[in-house]
């Protein structure tokens, strides 16, 4: 079982990325081949990137992990739209706003991953989780819309779909607002039990 795990770079003047740091820290059964990509948060950039190096691993699933701040919980993300409306610029400065991810493209993108299985598993493991109608209009939804729109063009049997993890105590420490957050170790917690969730359902499909 071969599985890419993105996860965004630093955004927004902060030194971590919550996803980040919890895809950094992931740990997998040996029968499980894991890569993990670091993304630049930049409108377009990302699913290219992972396209292309997803051709030469050949990964069954692309996980991508993004930071949602003012979220208590894992959110599963159910549907990437396409639009780019940043109320922030990225990290080179791009903020556009009532822009299409792709002109012409479909309106919106749901996600591949048995997202109600992979929930289940995560709150089984004492992790608050819930399934999400809302990637955003930033960078996450970009790239989930992007690598969707990829992969169905090209017909591809890859699974793909968006996690969101809430920021780290750290973070919310250092922010001028009251926003909750996650320790990074319940986040890790939350993904490895999503990730062998997700195995088990592919080791099912493929041998059914």
């Not at 030469?56 to 959110?75: E, K, L, N, T, V």
Request: include cysteine.
């Amino acid at each position: 079982m071969k599985l890419l795990l993105t996860a965004f770079e630093p955004f927004g003047g902060e030194q971590i990325n919550a996803a980040l740091e919890a895809v950094n820290h992931v740990s997998v059964p040996s029968e499980i081949e894991l890569s993990t990509l670091t993304i630049p948060t930049v409108f377009g950039a990302g699913a290219e990137m992972i396209l292309s190096f997803a051709r030469s691993f050949r990964p069954d699933a692309i996980i991508m992990i993004g930071q949602a701040s003012g979220r208590p919980s894992i959110s599963l993300e159910r549907i990437a739209i396409n639009l780019r409306d940043a109320s922030m610029p990225d990290n080179v400065g791009n903020q556009p706003v009532d822009q299409p991810v792709v002109p012409s493209g479909p309106a919106a993108y749901f996600s591949t991953l048995p997202l109600k299985t992979m929930r289940a598993a995560v709150l089984s493991a004492g992790i608050p989780c819930d399934l999400s109608c809302s990637a955003g209009t930033f960078v996450c939804n970009d790239l989930m819309y992007s690598v969707l729109h990829l992969l169905a063009a090209a017909s591809s049997p890859v699974l793909a779909g968006f996690i969101h993890v809430p920021c780290t105590p750290e973070q919310a420490s250092l922010s001028n607002r009251k926003i909750p957050s996650m320790q990074t170790s319940d986040a890790v917690k939350g993904l490895e039990a999503a990730i062998l969730s997700l195995c088990r359902f592919l080791d099912r499909t493929n041998s059914g």
